[in-house]
């Protein structure tokens, strides 16, 4: 935009579009596209550019950014304890060892296991997540490798309406785990009452 709007100020810009789309040389092309109704070069590459860059504006903050930012940055884990991340368990289905995976894992007398799940994707994918989610709580619940673990849903439901599907599906993990819409202001709260552990009130 500066190389344009210099030569346009030079008054040579003509020249200097014919040189460029004449030449194979650049990593880049230019071509005569007509004239610039109403006369304002400036204006042109103000608008131009708003067009084509446009005004920066921040990523929207996923279900990740938003637990992540929870359980690191809000909660005050005691020290000699911490809450780790992406936590497998080897158990026998039918015979056959699989791995049973969860999020994130806080343990301080009692284990707790925390996922997050978004519900806001196509009906049939979200009831694929709920499902697998339901699977992996219900066969560490019947015994295994944790003994008397508890469970922890931070949820995520986008900027849409809830539908009737999206609170069935909550009322199925309800019945399994302390369900938390990641997004509402008292989350953090609950969840570190959920913890046992204290809520940086600084955060």
């Known amino acids: 935009m500066e190389y344009i709007e210099y030569h346009l100020h030079a008054g040579t ?12 040389a650049h ?8 004239a610039l109704l109403g006369g304002d070069p400036q204006g042109a590459a103000e608008e131009l550019f708003r067009e084509l860059v446009g005004e ?16 690191f940055k809000r909660l005050q884990v ?21 791995d049973l995976s969860f999020d994130y894992r806080y343990q301080n007398g009692r284990t707790t296991l925390l996922d997050k799940i978004t519900l806001s994707a196509p009906d049939k994918l979200t009831t694929q997540r709920v499902n697998d989610l339901l699977f992996r709580i219900e066969h560490l619940q019947q015994g295994g490798p944790v003994s ?10 986008g ?10 599906h909550l009322r199925a993990i309800e019945k399994l785990s ?3 819409n990641v997004r509402h202001e008292e989350t953090p709260v609950e969840v570190a009452d959920t913890l046992g552990v204290p809520l940086l009130q600084d955060a």
């Open 56 to 71: 920066f504006e921040p990523a929207p903050q996923t279900i990740d950014d938003l637990a992540n930012q929870l359980l």
């Open 178 to 180: 302390f369900t938390f």
């Open 13 to 24: 810009l003509s020249e200097e579009v014919e040189a460029v789309a004449a030449g194979s």
């Open 148 to 157: 008397n673990p508890s469970f922890v849903t931070l949820y995520d439901v």
């Open 78 to 98: 005691p020290a000699g304890h911490r809450i780790e991340k992406d936590v497998n368990y080897r158990v026998s289905l039918h015979g056959e060892p699989r």
């Open 159 to 168: 900027k849409g309406e809830r539908s009737s599907a999206i609170e069935g």
């Open 27 to 34: 990593s880049y092309r230019i071509e005569r596209r007509g």
